[in-house]
């Protein structure tokens, strides 16, 4: 009997090395592939965080009637310089996003409104229909048409990080109704 322990002296030594290096290929892979998920969802919040901020910046331009009587400038208060938004996430003064509306709101169709489409009990085309009886000295106005116009914008804004190298671009459409008298100056 003590001849067979003899033979096995060092055995499991080598099994033992061998199931700790195993073990230890696992755990390395095991962090490398925790390293890159985290770097994925880091990503997509970034990405997230820089569509929020375009949208944001949207918004607040089709908010105000500012886009359509100057384009080039349709931010009330640019960060910088005119049609730029700077956003602060984390309330620290320093903007983590900057959108930028490159190229500048552009008109893309107008349609003067016909009287006869209005529905008078709806304010907004009462007031489209005031001076109807007139129909002078109101520039676009033509036959039949009231003193509003409908028209459609296109609004891209580029977002880009301060921070990181994140990047989105959203371009928008949206329909405003001008008057007759902006329509021939906002959209030509």
Same mark, same amino acid.
């Given at each position: %009997? ?10 499991? &030594? ?30 997509? =919040? ?17 908010? @105000?009637?500012?886009?359509?009587? *100057?384009?080039? *400038?349709?931010? &009330? ?5 005119? *049609? ?5 996430? *984390? ?7 900057? @959108? =930028? ?16 489409? &209005?529905?008078?009990?709806? /304010? ?8 109807? /009886? =007139? =129909? ?19 609004? @891209?804004?580029?977002?880009?990080? %301060? ?5 989105? @671009? ?19």
């Amino acid at each position: %009997m003590n001849a067979g322990f003899r033979r096995q002296d060092g055995a499991t &030594l080598v099994i033992a090395l061998i199931m700790l290096v195993v073990i230890t290929l696992l755990a390395v892979s095991s962090l490398g592939t925790t390293n890159m998920n985290l770097k994925v969802v880091g990503n997509m =919040q970034s990405r997230g965080e820089a569509l929020h901020a375009t949208q944001q910046a949207i918004e607040t331009v089709i908010s @105000t009637p500012q886009f359509i009587a *100057n384009p080039a *400038n349709a931010l &009330l208060n640019p960060c910088g310089t005119a *049609n730029t938004l700077c956003t602060d996430l *984390n309330g620290d003064g320093t903007p983590e996003y900057t @959108t =930028q509306l490159n190229p500048a709101p552009s008109c893309i169709s107008v349609k003067p409104i016909k009287a006869s489409e &209005l529905i008078l009990s709806s /304010a907004e085309d009462l007031g489209c229909s005031a001076g109807q /009886a =007139q =129909q002078f000295g109101v520039a676009g106005v033509g036959s039949g048409d009231s003193l509003c116009a409908s028209t459609v914008w296109d609004i @891209t804004a580029e977002t880009k990080g %301060m921070a990181n190298r994140t990047r989105v @671009t959203v371009t928008q459409g949206v329909a405003v109704r001008i008057s007759a008298d902006d329509m021939d100056s906002s959209c030509i």
